[in-house]
């Protein structure tokens, strides 16, 4: 199973494997919301945790349709079907890389953008926990979303709108936890509520999305 | 080691295409699948290799026994020869990636990326994944497309080595590979009846199968 992680990454990392394109998109849509927003510090931080959480979700959302779309077009998916690994282990370890090269590189450029958006210093390191806690629930829940749409031409839509829902609980809980964190309120309850969204996903959805892969390759 | 198919049907999208199969292959065997286009060489050999449930039968064979090759090779196009085999090697456990590249002639192209190769070095090298694989029954599709004769006659050396090991093979071609030794079984026969009134009942039921 290290094999295909490492797999996978060493794609990620190679031309056309898409890896920064969604920190990049991360970064830009952090630029231009104080562009739009206006160079009112008290506005920046009000909305900071809020605006930095979309971002984040944003850009997890961008690559997750090359999670299977790539293995199902050259044929790998098949193969990996027959190989001596069960299909929660091939799901599981595909939601382990694509967190590898968004949510984990999303976490640890948050601070900068962070500052960017005039976030209370208050702030940053709870920023960083939020993301680190909450984004493995993004690629877990996206890569359901992937298994059952692979296959599909153009499911790339359809894919956001099936997905995008179910990051509600996530971006509900990160940003409380930021918006908490910042004013110097307590943060435990959202922090442990978006634990526990993070920790239900990763238990139960690898079944699902393997069951999805199951059907959609026949 | 024995593979038996006995009375096996088979749907592609719902629809029954191949319906009674049944035949037995032994170590040291193969059998070619021969038939014309759509007659369901492809989804009897993904319902063989567990892509998909067979609609009735039963299929007895040791578990993790199969590799199956497809028309698409699964080849990564940023790596390059050798590590996509390694990948492969590895999933698989073995460690017999040298051995595959020298089988298939390979062994000059190791470090060249997978985009670099022609249609039938890409061939060749999704055919030399086999190797790595280690298991003992081949379940073939097409496997000579795009190869020159050349290749043919060296891939058909390749089976016949996996056959004298006490492999198996099962093989869906058009072309002659020169495989006297091995039976051929002709999928005509065995062509599902259309049922009356056009549709099929049970295919909502395939789905939860």
Same mark, same amino acid.
């Given at each position: 199973?290290?094999?295909l992680?490492?797999?996978?990454?060493?794609?990620?990392?190679?031309?056309?494997?898409?890896?920064?394109?969604g920190?990049?998109?991360?970064?830009?849509?952090?630029?231009?919301v104080?562009?739009?927003?206006?160079p009112?510090?008290?506005?920046?931080?009000?909305?900071?945790?809020?605006?930095?959480?979309?971002?984040?979700l944003?850009?997890?959302?961008?690559?997750?349709?090359?999670?299977?779309?790539?293995?199902?077009?050259d044929?790998?998916?098949?193969?990996?079907a027959?190989?001596?690994m069960?299909?929660?282990?091939?799901?599981?370890?595909?939601?382990?890389a694509?967190?590898?090269?968004?949510?984990?590189?999303?976490?640890l450029?948050?601070?900068?953008?962070a500052?960017l958006?005039?976030?209370p210093?208050?702030?940053?390191?709870?920023?960083?926990?939020?993301?680190?806690?909450g984004?493995?629930?993004?690629?877990?829940?996206?890569?359901?979303?992937?298994?059952?749409?692979?296959?599909?031409k153009?499911?790339?839509?359809?894919?956001?709108?099936?997905v995008?829902?179910?990051?509600v609980?996530?971006?509900?809980f990160?940003?409380?936890?930021?918006?908490?964190?910042?004013?110097?309120?307590a943060?435990l309850t959202p922090?442990?509520?978006?634990?526990?969204i993070?920790?239900?996903?990763?238990a139960?959805?690898?079944?699902?999305?393997?069951?999805?892969?199951?059907?959609?390759?026949? | 080691?024995?593979l038996?198919?006995?009375d096996?049907?088979?749907?592609?999208?719902?629809?029954?295409?191949?319906?009674?199969?049944?035949?037995?292959?032994?170590?040291?065997?193969?059998?070619?699948?021969?038939?014309?286009?759509?007659?369901?060489?492809?989804t009897l050999?993904r319902?063989?290799?567990?892509l998909?449930?067979?609609l009735?039968?039963?299929?007895?064979?040791?578990?993790?026994?199969?590799?199956? +090759?497809? &028309?698409? =090779?699964g080849?990564?196009a940023?790596?390059? *020869?050798? @590590?996509?085999?390694?990948?492969? !090697?590895?999933?698989?456990?073995?460690?017999?990636?040298?051995?595959?590249?020298?089988?298939?002639?390979?062994?000059?192209?190791?470090?060249?990326a997978?985009?670099?190769?022609?249609?039938g070095?890409k061939r060749?090298?999704?055919?030399?994944?086999?190797?790595v694989?280690?298991?003992?029954i081949?379940?073939?599709?097409?496997?000579?497309v795009?190869?020159?004769?050349?290749?043919?006659?060296?891939?058909?050396?390749?089976?016949?080595?996996?056959?004298?090991?006490?492999?198996?093979?099962?093989? +869906?071609? &058009?072309? =002659?590979?020169?495989?006297t030794?091995a039976? *051929?079984? @002709?999928?005509?026969?065995?062509? !599902?009846?259309?049922?009356?009134?056009?549709?099929?009942g049970?295919?909502?039921?395939?789905?939860?199968?």
């Amino acid at each position: 199973m290290i094999a295909l992680l490492v797999r996978d990454l060493r794609l990620g990392m190679r031309a056309g494997g898409g890896f920064g394109l969604g920190l990049a998109f991360f970064l830009i849509v952090a630029v231009l919301v104080p562009l739009g927003v206006g160079p009112e510090g008290q506005t920046l931080a009000k909305i900071a945790p809020g605006i930095l959480w979309v971002a984040a979700l944003l850009a997890c959302l961008l690559s997750l349709d090359r999670i299977f779309a790539l293995d199902f077009e050259d044929g790998s998916l098949d193969l990996l079907a027959t190989a001596p690994m069960p299909l929660e282990g091939v799901v599981t370890m595909k939601a382990l890389a694509h967190w590898i090269t968004t949510g984990l590189a999303l976490t640890l450029a948050s601070p900068v953008l962070a500052l960017l958006m005039n976030l209370p210093g208050a702030g940053y390191g709870w920023l960083v926990a939020s993301l680190a806690v909450g984004t493995p629930a993004l690629s877990v829940i996206g890569t359901f979303g992937a298994a059952l749409t692979v296959g599909l031409k153009r499911g790339g839509l359809l894919l956001s709108l099936l997905v995008l829902p179910l990051y509600v609980p996530t971006l509900i809980f990160g940003a409380e936890v930021v918006r908490r964190g910042a004013e110097g309120q307590a943060v435990l309850t959202p922090l442990l509520l978006l634990g526990g969204i993070t920790a239900g996903a990763a238990a139960l959805l690898p079944f699902a999305s393997a069951a999805a892969l199951r059907i959609n390759l026949r | 080691m024995e593979l038996t198919v006995t009375d096996l049907a088979c749907a592609r999208g719902g629809v029954p295409v191949l319906e009674g199969v049944g035949f037995s292959l032994t170590s040291g065997r193969a059998l070619v699948l021969r038939g014309p286009n759509g007659i369901g060489k492809t989804t009897l050999l993904r319902t063989l290799a567990g892509l998909q449930p067979a609609l009735a039968g039963a299929v007895s064979v040791p578990p993790e026994s199969m590799a199956y +090759a497809a &028309h698409a =090779d699964g080849l990564k196009a940023v790596l390059t *020869v050798v @590590e996509n085999l390694r990948f492969w !090697a590895r999933i698989f456990g073995t460690d017999t990636v040298e051995a595959a590249l020298v089988a298939m002639n390979l062994g000059a192209l190791r470090d060249r990326a997978a985009q670099n190769l022609s249609a039938g070095q890409k061939r060749r090298l999704g055919l030399a994944r086999l190797l790595v694989t280690g298991r003992p029954i081949w379940v073939l599709d097409e496997p000579t497309v795009s190869l020159d004769v050349e290749s043919v006659a060296l891939f058909a050396g390749v089976v016949r080595g996996h056959l004298a090991a006490g492999g198996m093979a099962l093989i +869906a071609t &058009h072309i =002659d590979m020169g495989l006297t030794e091995a039976e *051929v079984l @002709e999928l005509g026969p065995y062509k !599902a009846k259309a049922r009356p009134g056009g549709g099929y009942g049970g295919a909502f039921d395939e789905a939860f199968a």
